[in-house]
């Protein structure tokens, strides 16, 4: 392979998805000299085969399923699902047929330089780049960041490796909803694709192996995702092993402890791995068989070495990575004067119908970490925008309390527009606000927000 030179940079960046241009874009602009090294596309996974793209189709099949809610509400009304427009629009607009060119032009234009390219680290300070016709090495004067995500994890069940089976990637440029669906995996992921292929038309069955879905969220919330999927007719079933796949003409054949089933289609979305062997990650002394790069504080992986988003495991989402991109830019300006990153108050959201948004410790997160512990709950349906809402108002909010602080340390919020009524008590968390300052506001009625209320008066004692 050609060698195509030796270049040196303040900062050479290895992936630039959301975490990776968040960063490099900022230390470009402040006039730092700055390599940008992306194997596919700049913006990474979020834009063309993750956020976006299933945001879209969330929409879609959101918008059916308001339609089929016109008889009990408003008289009649029929849906004749096509996925056509869905496809268009993440071809068209979400990913601009997934050509990164505009952002590739935005960096440029902040400054920096780019690199189509595989990075692997040579020691702390070199990144040699595999490129199309060469190899260069690139010399870092200041630091390498390393922002390379994940890629899907497929777990070891016989016959997975030898079938065609989806993730993400093929599912997003789905240009037809597919027959049938097989998702294996309860996940944010796995769910919000189950979801919204099923309200498209297809018959979808999620194979979760824990006994619940959203397993690291609170109990409710896989139990309340769970009753609705079921009730749009999803055949879900936790607690299930898989002990075979295979694929033949008729499509996909998945044998489990519960019976078999059979799918035009099979999805894998059984979470995601780094690649730090592939990154280099060893020469620099670290464990490559490693779940995730530890980092302090600051991103600091070892001196002139910082790494960033999901390759770090602190929380698999493009506001984690963004965050983190800010806190690594200031240290790598300021010299180690920058503030420190602070986990508290992440927000998740999934995004299924029940929307499940969450902040904070889960009840038995906040227990296992030894905080006497204060629960509250209000169940939407129940609360009076809830009750006027009817049709689809599956929900509830929960609070986390520290009874000795009076402070809340979680929350999670599901239902209508549960990712957006978590807002306000992201804040309450983060802010560390007093309950009883919380109890002393005035909330608007009659909102969805306004059950943070009665979850707060409900708040009792949980020993
Ligand atoms: C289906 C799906 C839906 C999602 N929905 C949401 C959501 O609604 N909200 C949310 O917050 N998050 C969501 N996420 C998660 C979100 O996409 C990720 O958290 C986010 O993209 C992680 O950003 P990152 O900066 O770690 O980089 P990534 O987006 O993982 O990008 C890393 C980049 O590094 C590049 N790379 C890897 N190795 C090398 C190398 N050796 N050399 C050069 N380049 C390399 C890759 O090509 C990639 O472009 C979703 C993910 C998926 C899969």
New binding site residues.
């Given amino acids: 392979m050609a060698d195509t030179g030796t270049d040196t940079a303040d900062v050479v960046v290895?992936?630039?998805?959301?975490?990776?241009?968040a960063l490099a874009g900022s230390l470009a602009g402040a006039g730092m000299d700055v390599v940008g090294?992306?194997?596919?596309?700049?913006?990474?996974?979020?834009p063309y085969?993750?956020?976006i793209p299933?945001?879209m189709m969330v929409r879609a099949s959101d918008a059916l399923a308001e339609t089929r809610r016109v008889p009990e509400l408003a008289g009649t009304a029929e849906a004749f699902p096509d996925f056509a427009p869905v496809a268009r629009r993440i071809r068209d607009e979400a990913t601009t047929d997934w050509d990164d060119t505009a952002a590739v032009d935005r960096f440029l234009g902040q400054g920096g330089r780019f690199v189509r390219?595989?990075?692997?680290l040579e020691g702390a300070d070199t990144v040699r780049?595999r490129e199309e016709g060469g190899e260069r090495l690139i010399r870092a004067r200041t630091g390498v960041v390393v922002?390379?995500?994940?890629v899907?994890f497929a777990p070891p069940i016989p016959g997975l490796d030898r079938v065609p089976y989806w993730t993400?990637r093929d599912?997003?440029r789905a240009e037809k909803a597919p027959g049938s669906l097989c998702v294996i995996g309860g996940g944010?992921?796995g769910l919000?694709?189950a979801q919204a292929f099923a309200r498209f038309g297809t018959r979808v069955s999620v194979l979760e192996a824990q006994d619940r879905l959203l397993g690291p969220e609170e109990p409710e919330s896989g139990e309340l995702v769970a009753g609705v999927l079921s009730r749009e007719g999803l055949d879900v079933r936790t607690g299930v092993r898989i002990t075979g796949v295979a694929h033949g003409p008729g499509g996909f054949a998945v044998e489990t402890d519960h019976g078999r089933i059979e799918a035009e289609r099979l999805l894998v979305?059984t979470g995601?791995r780094p690649?730090l062997e592939?990154?280099g990650l060893a020469s620099i002394g670290l464990d490559t068989s490693a779940r995730a790069i530890p980092v302090d504080e600051r991103m600091r992986v070892a001196p002139g070495v910082w790494a960033?988003?999901?390759?770090v495991g602190r929380g698999?989402?493009?506001?984690?990575?963004?965050y983190q991109?800010r806190i690594a830019a200031q240290d790598i300006l300021t010299g180690g004067e920058g503030p420190v990153a602070d986990y508290r108050a992440l927000p998740r959201?999934t995004?299924t119908d029940p929307e499940v948004g969450a902040v904070g410790l889960t009840e038995d997160r906040a227990r296992e970490q030894g905080v006497r512990v204060r629960t509250g709950t209000a169940q939407v349906p129940s609360t009076a925008r809830g009750w006027i809402h009817e049709a689809g108002n599956d929900g509830f909010i929960k609070l986390v309390e520290d009874r000795d602080a009076g402070v809340l340390v979680g929350a999670t919020s599901a239902g209508p527009n549960g990712g957006e009524v978590l807002g306000a008590l992201s804040v309450a968390v983060h802010a560390r606000t007093a309950v009883e300052v919380l109890r002393s506001m005035i909330y608007a009625y009659p909102t969805f927000h306004r059950g943070i209320e009665d979850a707060l008066n409900d708040l009792v004692s949980g020993d």
């Fill in positions: 290895v992936g630039m998805g959301p975490g990776g241009e090294v992306e194997a596919a596309l700049v913006g990474g996974e979020c085969w993750g956020c299933t945001k390219g595989t990075g692997r780049v922002a390379a995500g994940t899907p993400n599912a997003v944010p992921i919000e694709f979305a995601r690649d592939g990154l960033l988003g999901d390759i698999e989402f493009t506001h984690v990575s963004v991109a959201v995004f």
